[in-house]
């Protein structure tokens, strides 16, 4: 394996189409401002290194990536790659990772707008998240203990597991498709308006107008906290502990709840809506 170690590099395409190499304590930047430092790379590891400068991880494949640092002027960092590793980094760069295959985050620290577009086979654990528009359109996602903050989280989002995570959200899971997630804090505003095939296990809700225009909306043994007129237009399935604040106009299926504070079912509801709706203090 070639050795790259203790070198700052500059240059465009510093290191383009690096195989089988190893780049330790190494630094991207200078005057030369150059981009695409590993472009097209295969079979690299990279550890405790400095990115600085734009495009460093394009069409690369193999690699493991750990204690390394990517920072605000690193944009779009992960592009089009496949089977990419990062254990222990920080990620500051918008666009981080976008159209990859396979990429594993671990332990990492990410602050990135636009994080994980458009890419299949996304697993992050024990990771920090602040991102405004996180993973559009990926699909086979499976996350656990993630904290998250972000705004328009999960959209479009399709074949997704979630574990022992926080989510502090807005329109999260819009126009999503087959989600599960288990153990969970999710707060935010309208959440998961238009899923499919969501199914929330023992999770905390937070927020109001959630799980509207649901279809195979699934709730076991879940907290709704703060969350009214929930569920309108939907298909759902729900059992919930404790109160929920309203419920408004549901179009099908089960709604148990503690205890509910206004069930409203006004001109507006559906002609032919047939959700059932018990409390357990009736």
């Known amino acids: 394996m070639k050795e790259y170690k203790n070198l700052n590099l ?12 190893s780049i330790t304590q190494c630094v991207f ?8 430092a590993l472009k097209e790379s295969r079979n690299i590891q990279v550890s405790d290194c400095d990115f600085h400068l734009r495009y460093p991880f394009w069409h690369t494949s193999n690699a493991v990536i750990e204690n390394s640092r990517m920072t605000e002027t690193c944009r779009a960092a992960l592009w089009y790659d496949r089977n990419v590793k ?22 990492c620290n990410i602050t990135s ?6 890419s299949r086979g996304i697993t992050i654990r024990n990771t920090t998240l602040h991102s405004e528009y996180p993973f559009l359109q990926s699909r086979n996602i499976e996350i656990n203990h993630l904290t998250m903050t972000g705004k328009y989280s999960f959209q479009y ?3 997704m597991t979630i574990r022992n995570s926080h989510l502090d959200t807005k329109d999260a899971f819009w126009h999503s498709r087959n989600v599960t997630v288990f153990d969970s804090v999710i707060r935010g505003e ?14 905390k809700i937070i927020g109001t107008q959630p799980l509207c225009y649901a279809e ?12 009214d007129l929930s569920f309108e237009y939907s298909d759902v399935e729900a059992r919930i502990i404790g109160h929920v604040d309203s419920v408004k106009n549901p179009r099908s299926g089960h709604i148990h709840a503690g205890s509910i504070g206004e069930i409203i079912l006004d001109e507006y509801r559906i002609p032919d809506d047939s959700c059932e709706i018990t409390q357990e203090n009736n």
């Open 10 to 21: 500059d240059e465009e395409r510093a290191l383009y189409h690096a195989e089988n190499a």
């Open 29 to 36: 930047d200078g005057p030369a401002d150059g981009e695409s």
């Open 86 to 107: 990062l254990k222990d980094c920080t990620m500051e760069g918008i666009k981080a990772v976008r159209e990859c295959d396979e990429v594993e985050v671990d332990g």
């Open 113 to 118: 707008p636009e994080f994980g577009w458009l």
């Open 157 to 159: 989002v399709e074949n």
């Open 190 to 203: 309208y959440l998961a308006w238009y899923s499919k095939n969501l199914h929330l296990v023992r999770c």
């Open 216 to 227: 195979g909306l699934v709730l076991e043994d879940c907290e709704m906290v703060g969350c």
